[in-house]
């Protein structure tokens, strides 16, 4: 991610993340993209973001579907972070607002754009 032109949209665990990027916000919209009803929902949540959404996927490829690994903060338990799993449906990406490639275990995933789904930075 440090290659122009993607951009992180969050960071792997909370205890590194700066305060002011509301990562347990940000989780929640990649858990609500998760759960959108097809591409045009997906495509419509992106945009309404209230932050600049990603313009690439990085998701790993298993059996049930397209998955993300993310982390919520459990302090004071031990361990202190419970990591979870985010399930995208494949067909979430069945548009032409989407382009994929599949590299090893990975799908990318990239925006075309083609209805503005991407922010300008």
Known sequence: MSFAPYWGFQQETPHYANPLAHYEERAALIRGWAGAA???E???????SPYPPPNAFLLRREDDGLHLTLSHDAFPHQP???IY???FDPAL????????RDVGPFA???????GGTRSSR
Request: aromatic share 6%; net charge neutral.
């Open 42 to 48: 997906l495509a419509a949540m992106l945009h309404r």
């Open 93 to 100: 990406f069945d548009s032409p607002r989407f382009v994929r």
């Open 38 to 40: 097809g591409p045009d």
């Open 108 to 114: 990318v995933i990239a925006l075309t754009d083609p």
């Open 80 to 82: 202190n972070v419970q």
């Open 85 to 87: 799993d985010v399930r």
